[in-house]
């Protein structure tokens, strides 16, 4: 009972971490229809700012919102230089670009940083475990799961019973008209990718614990983010919540009984799913 308590645990903690970085691709992706392998970047780039000014002094629950908010910025002026140039064009000049961006920007961090991870350092309160009758969990990865159910139940919430989600969401159903009515699309595209950067950086300071902040960080989350959103399906919230789940369950399963097939295991149940749905679970056919 205690095992599989505990990976239940982990699982959760796990996903809750894919789903904060991949969420916002998925969104992306199915708004803009831009192939954006490069999402990673901005986890990098909230892990790696939440790192610097933890050390520097700031504490670490401002950074929760200091680095999103940061990085949300920086994913904006990002889609208005480089990204809205893409826009249209085939998916094999997306992908190159993206590629591209991630070697700049990892090799930028590598001359930075140097090649070692760094740690984000956690206040004392989290770094320790706390019990509950039996079962011990650490309070770490307790804040994790909350933040990331609070995110999903916000994000929810938000576009389905606001004016904004209302917007965001004829803009993805059908752009040419969102603008006939008056609806600036261009505005939320830019919008929407940045705050799908602000996840993205959210997730990326709290996986550095995880995945090892790194200047290769954006290339390996990249395969899971990935599996994550062709699992869901582009464009899906709640798909995007159960898929994480669902690669969180069997990457932790893995790693508890059979650790030395964890990943191929993984690839396995990922290359079924999509022999038998190609559009992913909640994937509009």
């Not at 910025?73 to 993206?98: P, T």
């Not at 940083?113 to 989290?126: A, D, I, S, T």
């Not at 705050?195 to 996986?207: S, T």
Request: net charge positive.
């Amino acid at each position: 009972m205690g095992s599989l308590v505990d990976i239940a645990f982990q699982s959760l903690a796990y996903a809750s971490i894919l789903y904060l970085i991949s969420v916002g691709l998925s969104v992306t992706l199915g708004l803009m229809g831009f192939v954006n392998l490069a999402h990673g970047v901005f986890a990098m780039a909230g892990g790696y700012l939440a790192a610097l000014a933890i050390a520097g002094g700031l504490p670490w629950p401002l950074m929760l919102v200091i680095a999103p908010i940061a990085v949300g910025v920086i994913a904006a002026v990002a889609e208005k230089l480089l990204y809205s140039r893409l826009y249209g064009r085939n998916e094999l000049d997306q992908v190159l670009f993206c590629i591209g961006l991630i070697f700049v920007v990892s090799a930028l961090a590598r001359l930075s940083f140097g090649p070692l991870m760094m740690p984000v350092r956690l206040p004392e309160l989290l770094n320790r475990n706390v019990e509950v009758g039996p079962f011990s969990f650490y309070i770490y990865k307790l804040v994790v799961i909350g933040l990331g159910a609070m995110t999903a139940a916000l994000i929810l919430l938000c576009l389905e019973r606001t004016r904004i989600g209302a917007i965001v969401r004829a803009a993805v159903e059908n752009r040419g008209m969102a603008e006939s009515i008056g609806i600036r699309t261009r505005f939320v595209f830019t919008a929407t990718f940045a705050f799908g950067g602000a996840l993205a950086a959210l997730g990326g300071m709290l996986g550095a614990d995880v995945f090892g902040l790194n200047p290769s960080y954006a290339l390996d989350i990249l395969v899971y983010v990935q599996i994550v959103v062709a699992v869901a399906g582009l464009g899906t919230l709640r798909g995007s919540f159960i898929a994480a789940l669902l690669v969180g369950t069997i990457q932790t399963l893995s790693a508890f009984y059979l650790p030395s097939l964890g990943t191929i295991i993984v690839f396995l149940c990922v290359f079924v799913l999509l022999l038998v749905r190609p559009r992913g679970l909640f994937g509009r056919i």
